[in-house]
């Protein structure tokens, strides 16, 4: 008898987490000789665990599945569920059990550090217990933050969005040349600050806005920042300071916690938001020019009108490799991207083991990163343009982007 498939997303959505979706779905619909039904779970593990799954076979038969394509979001809905780290703990067989009623032997899950803690879990589970589900996850995260890859699907397509709107702040930003301006942008980043890097795509020549870009891997130094801005404000009237909302001092304290309270999510992660209007008000009290701050916020994942081709396709590419992944036997793996050397952009894509993936974080090299903290270097500007390259055609209905909804 053939074994199902079952799939699943989890933390936070991504413009092109969709796309890696409609990689294992069509993938797997597309081996009826392999695989039995194939199903999606409704928010994750959270949501499975509650008997909530959807059949995706009606979708491909419909069109459905090509319309998810180029939806932003989670369609099958999301979760931020920790599983527990007893494996003893009642949980995991409750939750092979509702796979085994499934017939469950491929379980594949999208997402980014934490969901990879869940594949993790799941796969030693399944060994410990002689099961033959084979557990692989399929990465995803606007961050770029995931160890043993060359970079996250899902981060491309929010750098095109940071850089393209960077650029349009930028232009804006400098129509008034008579008086002077500073202008915060506050991106996401926690403690990698690859998409803040992205910002410096923005720029049309040596020197142009954003002049100054800070990301969380170097110590923020408030009054050296004031310095800067002063002394930059001196050539660029209309300054333009990109920033990651995770910058902090010397001792470690988030920017953003020196003007309010901090709460945590339910993996304990610190809600960061704040530090770009903290700034704000640090620049109009010591300088006193005019200043505002921007907050990218979720605009940076959520926007399909900026999709780069390069993120689209190689979301699609994980999704469909992990279920090759699969067939061959895998488990415990991620699907990852490396990059082949050369100046050709070209990419392969390998099975790298999830326990060594889970639960770190990889930061921007310091060595792509100045000396003052201030910017990002030649390094880094070759390392992320090859991946916001290429545009997606949406499809339209009277004059907005037509999604797919689940019902």
């Not at 800070?214 to 300071?241: G, H």
Request: hydrophobic share 35%.
């Amino acid at each position: 008898m053939k074994k199902n498939v079952i799939i699943g997303q989890s933390g936070g959505p991504t413009a092109v987490i969709n796309a890696s979706l409609y990689g294992v779905a069509y993938e797997a619909l597309n081996h009826e000789d392999s695989f039995g039904s194939v199903y999606g779970m409704i928010n994750g593990v959270e949501g499975f665990l509650s008997d909530q799954y959807i059949d995706l076979k009606p979708f491909e038969l419909s069109g459905e599945l090509e319309l998810i394509k180029t939806t932003p979001g989670s369609y099958l809905g999301s979760c931020r569920y920790k599983l527990p780290e007893d494996l003893t703990d009642g949980v995991y067989p409750v939750l092979f059990e509702k796979l085994n009623a499934l017939n469950i032997g491929y379980f594949f899950y999208i997402g980014g550090n934490d969901s990879m803690d869940t594949v993790s879990k799941l796969s030693r589970y399944a060994e410990i217990i002689n099961s033959d589900i084979r557990v692989i996850g399929v990465p995803k995260t606007i961050d770029n933050d995931l160890v043993e890859t060359d970079h996250t699907p899902g981060f491309g397509s929010a750098a095109k969005y940071i850089a393209s709107t960077v650029r349009e702040i930028s232009v804006d930003a400098s129509v008034y040349d008579n008086k002077k301006s500073v202008t915060i942008v506050e991106i996401m980043g926690r403690h990698a600050g690859w998409l803040t890097g992205a910002s410096a795509l923005a720029r049309k020549f040596k020197g142009d806005n954003p002049v100054l870009i800070y990301l969380p891997e170097t110590n923020f130094d408030q009054d050296a920042f004031i310095e800067k801005v002063r002394t930059s404000l001196e050539t660029t009237s209309n300054l333009v300071v990109c920033i990651s909302e995770g910058i902090h001092d010397k001792n470690g304290t988030f920017i953003c916690e020196l003007a309010s309270d901090v709460g945590v999510d339910a993996f304990g992660h610190k809600m960061l938001t704040g530090s770009g209007k903290y700034l704000e008000n640090l620049v109009k009290e010591r300088l006193g020019v005019k200043v505002r701050s921007i907050e990218l916020n979720v605009c940076q994942r959520c926007s399909s009108s900026m999709l780069s081709k390069t993120d689209h396709k190689e979301a699609i590419a994980s999704g469909a490799f992990a279920v090759k992944a699969a067939l061959e036997g895998s488990t415990g793996k991620m699907i990852s991207l490396k990059r082949q050397e050369g100046s050709a952009y070209l990419i392969d894509y390998v099975t790298s083991d999830v326990n060594v993936i889970c639960n770190q974080e990889k930061p921007v090299p310091l060595e792509w990163i100045n000396e003052e903290g201030t910017d990002v270097t030649d390094a880094f500007i070759s390392y992320a343009k090859p991946l916001i390259q290429g545009e997606v055609t949406i499809p339209m209905e009277d004059g907005v982007p037509k999604f797919a909804y689940r019902k």
